[in-house]
């Protein structure tokens, strides 16, 4: 008996399409072949750990304007604390009426053991003068009709204050120092 021809072409054209199939593909089963023998890249290092920097140091302080009245105004305001007294940003800087003596005593913060120069630069006159230690500061007492105080009161916005070894002040000529002054003469 014979077998079935249909059914030897069936399985010949089954293993030739097989066989053709194998062929197409030989070329791409050979390089995942070839590639399964490449050692394997090794693993990416780990990072290094970061080294701390250190803290960059402060920005320098610019240096001080060749002209007083070009600065930045101190930060602050005027208050009066009481009659006859105003202080300016806290108590950094402040002016009292001495009645009894009929002085004005102008007060800068900071730490003075002895007596140190103190300069007070309005925009029509600039004096040096010299201030004793006191507690939390240093004072001068001046009297209470002397000019420069007007000078102060009447600078075109501002005047300066620079004592010896402290950072200047550049302070605003607002009405509080009039006050302290006109309740004193």
């Known amino acids: 008996m014979k077998a079935n021809p249909r059914r030897r072409t069936h399985a010949h054209s089954f293993s030739r399409t097989l066989s053709r199939r194998l062929l197409a593909t030989a070329p791409l089963t050979a390089l995942a072949l070839l590639a399964a023998c490449v050692p394997a890249s090794k693993p990416p290092a780990p990072a290094p750990r970061p080294v701390p920097t250190p803290a960059a140091p402060p920005p320098l302080a610019?240096?001080?304007?060749?002209?007083?009245?070009?600065?930045?105004?101190?930060?602050?305001?005027?208050?009066?604390?009481?009659?006859?007294?105003?202080?300016?940003?806290?108590?950094?800087?402040?002016?009292?009426?001495?009645?009894?003596?009929?002085?004005?005593?102008?007060f800068r913060s900071g730490a003075a053991s002895a007596p140190v120069s103190l300069t007070i630069a309005t925009s029509d006159t600039t004096r040096a003068l010299t201030a004793r230690p006191v507690s939390g500061g240093v004072q001068v007492d001046l009297p209470a009709r002397d000019g420069l105080l007007d000078s102060m009161a009447f600078s075109r916005g501002r005047f300066a204050v620079q004592a010896q070894g402290m950072q200047p002040l550049y302070v605003p000529s607002w009405t509080e120092i009039s006050r302290v002054i006109e309740d004193c003469r």
């Not at 304007?65 to 600065?71: F, I, M, N, Q, T």
Request: proline share 13%; charged share 20%.
């Open 62 to 106: 610019a240096p001080p304007p060749a002209d007083w009245r070009d600065a930045p105004r101190t930060p602050g305001d005027w208050r009066l604390t009481s009659p006859g007294i105003a202080s300016f940003a806290d108590g950094v800087f402040g002016i009292r009426c001495n009645r009894a003596s009929s002085t004005i005593s102008l």
